[in-house]
């Protein structure tokens, strides 16, 4: 597939005009956060808490002062709708009232003990209600309980591969990082940062959708995990065939391989989940970011059948240093936080509406793109939607991979910021949240015609 800006229906040089008058009126409306910034230089790796908060469009990244539901504003005094939405962290909206009075009342009572509380028992049956698995523990973000869950599994099968999506996102666990050569060979992820281990050796990976490359890699008997988002999220959505999750839970069961769905980005499909949407049955399931309300957590649950292989295989004198586990793990807090954003913010009426305002965005850009026939699409996956540049959805990473353009992608998200619309810096998704409303919806309509109307004029 071609990456040229002509085939994406755009003069790359009007491209490069945007770019340069969004970097200037950026500069002009953002001083205060370019002199923070300036100043982080001295005291933080990269001038930012964490590396990849350089990832925005922006000539500096945008130092936040204060975000309250769907709104979010910076030092500068600049207000913005976030539709990015801390890339689903603050899926539940910034300061939900239940989440920080929870929060409040619990750390007044203590924040962490090492021992149990009763909110998690609340919190794990509400688990197992949503996502039907039966038994579960906690972490503190996805990318833990994902080295957990993989951990579990290489014990209780004997065996040490795991498969993967090609340009899947499973947070930064090591035997993730790794794509598909154009040749079909398995190599590292460009980017990883000293990688622990040689994933051509610990890793196979294989497009979503392709039934006969997952069936020939399983069949060798080497895997102890399929571990997959259901849709992938973090390159464009690319949703599955209808029939690939039937294949997907047929083939691993055939081959005694076990079935981990990553619901950490897919909880946008609805209360539950797509697995709880499409009926899938996974062995294990992990999830992490939404579920508390902005306060760092995770979870990963097991079926009933798992959960008897895992303990009978847990080795107790050592269970604090076997690799699987943390000091805060299941802290008092994060469980107070979970239960308030599940029984009192992302319920059930509010994931139906959140999908009912997913829905406008996505006409609002689809008569974007027909008006100005522009060869680009949009895919919804509940109250997450991507747009790419290309005429018709990818069926694989590889299609979306290259259906994305750099230049493009950032005088889009500079042009947004500018006009007061914050878009996940990784990729073009919007998701909605419990406190967005229609008018911010429409506000990025807005925005998204007067850019793609600049860049064609």
Not at 4 to 25: H, K, N, T
Not at 249 to 278: F, K, N, S, V, W
Not at 318 to 324: L, N, P, Q
Not at 426 to 452: G, K
Request: charged share 20%; glycine share 8%; aromatic share 6%.
């Amino acid at each position: 597939m071609s990456t040229s800006l002509s085939d994406r229906g755009i003069d790359p040089s009007r491209v490069e005009r945007l770019l340069e008058r969004e970097r200037a009126r950026f500069v002009q409306t953002h001083p205060r956060s370019a002199e923070i910034h300036r100043r982080a230089a001295g005291s933080m790796l990269y001038g930012v808490p964490m590396n990849w908060m350089t990832r925005w469009a922006s000539p500096s990244p945008v130092v936040v002062a204060s975000a309250a539901g769907a709104t979010v504003e910076d030092v500068d005094g600049n207000t913005y709708v976030d539709l990015c939405l801390g890339d689903t962290g603050a899926m539940a909206g910034h300061g939900p009232r239940a989440v920080v009075d929870a929060v409040a009342e619990q750390m007044a009572r203590g924040a962490t003990f090492m021992l149990p509380t009763e909110t998690s028992l609340w919190v794990a049956e509400e688990m197992a209600r949503r996502f039907g698995m039966s038994q579960w523990q906690f972490a503190l973000t996805a990318s833990d309980a994902n080295r957990f869950v993989l951990r579990l599994a290489r014990q209780v099968t004997g065996r040490s591969q795991v498969v993967v999506h090609n340009w899947c996102y499973h947070g930064s666990v090591d035997e993730t990082l790794a794509t598909l050569s154009p040749d079909g060979d398995v190599v590292p992820r460009h980017g990883s940062v000293g990688p622990a281990l040689d994933v051509t050796s610990s890793t196979r990976v294989v497009e979503i959708n392709d039934v006969a490359a997952l069936e020939a890699v399983l069949r060798g008997g080497t895997v102890a995990a399929v571990l997959v988002e259901p849709a992938l999220t973090n390159i464009g959505i690319v949703l599955p065939d209808d029939d690939y999750h039937h294949e997907l839970r047929r083939i691993t069961r055939e081959t005694g391989t076990l079935l981990i769905i990553d619901e950490t980005h897919t909880i946008c499909a609805g209360p539950g989940g797509y697995t709880r949407r499409e009926g899938l049955e996974p062995d294990l399931l992990t999830i992490g970011k939404t579920i508390g309300g902005g306060v760092p957590v995770a979870a990963y649950g097991m079926t009933d059948e798992l959960a008897g292989r895992v303990v009978d295989g847990t080795f107790w004198h050592e269970a604090d240093v076997g690799g699987v586990g943390g000091t805060l793990a299941g802290n008092a807090l994060s469980m107070a936080a979970v239960r308030a954003t599940l029984s009192e913010v992302l319920t059930e009426p509010a994931f139906e509406r959140m999908e009912e305002l997913a829905v406008r965005l996505c006409a609002g850009i689809e008569s974007v793109i027909d008006r100005h026939d522009v060869p680009w699409h949009v895919t919804r996956l509940g109250c997450r939607s991507e747009y790419l540049f290309s005429p018709h959805p990818p069926r694989n990473g590889a299609e979306a991979e290259a259906a994305g353009d750099e230049q493009l992608d950032a005088a889009l998200h500079l042009a947004m910021l500018n006009r007061g619309v914050l878009l996940t810096p990784f990729h073009n998704m919007t998701l909605m949240s419990p406190a967005t409303n229609a008018a911010q919806v429409d506000a990025h309509t807005a925005a998204f015609e007067e850019i793609v109307a600049e860049l064609l004029s």
